[in-house]
């Protein structure tokens, strides 16, 4: 079975540090991996998305991710965090059984 | 347009007592989702359904039922609710370009 794992339980920065999120997926063919984002008290909002092409994708707010086939690993970027983005972030895939798998999360907290 | 929507926002149960979460999408979606979403543990797969008429069991499924009525309504059923299932569950639905939309979410308590 595919998972994703996201190792990163809890990060602390400050504004305009740059921050770096792992996710790690264990599944060896065709991947689609996401990053969603979940502002406190709202749902789950789409980041970014990877299905194939150019391993660098660029999402919204700033964000991009980096899919590195030899590391498993799908990371999360952001070169400035500014405190709007406190949230807790999650990687996921999308298997060829429209299965969809979610990381166990990455709480960011941004301090002004 | 609704997107996805979700019935109740909050319930409180007791034990043993049964209960049904409804979500309905617009976009005409074949694929929807139905997790739960407790602290430390992401949100895990309870159960989903790829198309009208088909349901499978995801991670978590023990002590659920799912009924995928038509292509719009795709329900979550506790039987018999145990403290356990206290979680905030979502409804998603899977659009064409491989995007999960979600409901706003259920927040259920069994006390």
């Known amino acids: 079975a595919q998972s994703v794992s996201q190792h990163n339980h809890h990060v602390i920065l400050s504004e305009a540090a740059s921050l770096e999120l792992g996710c790690n997926y264990s599944?060896?063919?065709?991947?689609?991996l996401f990053w969603y984002v979940q502002y406190p008290g709202q749902h789950l909002q789409l980041l970014l998305k990877?299905?194939?092409?150019?391993?660098l994708v660029k999402g919204i707010k700033g964000f991009e991710a980096e899919f590195i086939k030899s590391k498993f690993s799908f990371n999360l970027r952001k070169p400035s965090v500014q405190w709007s983005d406190t949230a807790e972030y999650f990687c996921?895939?999308?298997?060829?059984?429209?299965?969809?798998?979610f990381g166990t999360g990455t709480s960011l907290t941004v301090i002004p | 347009n609704a997107g996805v929507t979700q019935t109740p926002k909050f319930q409180v149960l007791k034990t043993g007592q049964s209960m049904t979460l409804q979500c309905a999408q617009d976009?005409?979606?074949?694929?929807m989702y139905w997790y739960r979403q407790d602290p430390g543990m992401g949100l895990r797969l309870i159960y989903y359904?790829?198309?009208?008429?088909?349901?499978d069991k995801g991670e978590v499924p023990n002590g659920y039922n799912v009924s995928r009525l038509n292509k719009r309504e795709f329900s979550l059923r506790l039987e018999s609710a145990a403290p356990s299932q206290t979680s905030v569950y979502f409804c998603?639905?899977?659009?064409?370009?491989?995007?999960?939309?979600f409901g706003e979410g259920s927040r259920l308590t069994v006390l």
């Open positions: 990877y299905f194939s092409g150019d391993p």
């Open positions: 976009m005409n979606h074949n694929s």
């Open positions: 599944y060896g063919g065709t991947v689609n």
């Open positions: 996921a895939d999308l298997n060829t059984g429209n299965q969809f798998y």
């Open positions: 998603a639905s899977l659009g064409l370009t491989g995007e999960l939309f």
């Open positions: 359904s790829a198309s009208e008429g088909t349901t």
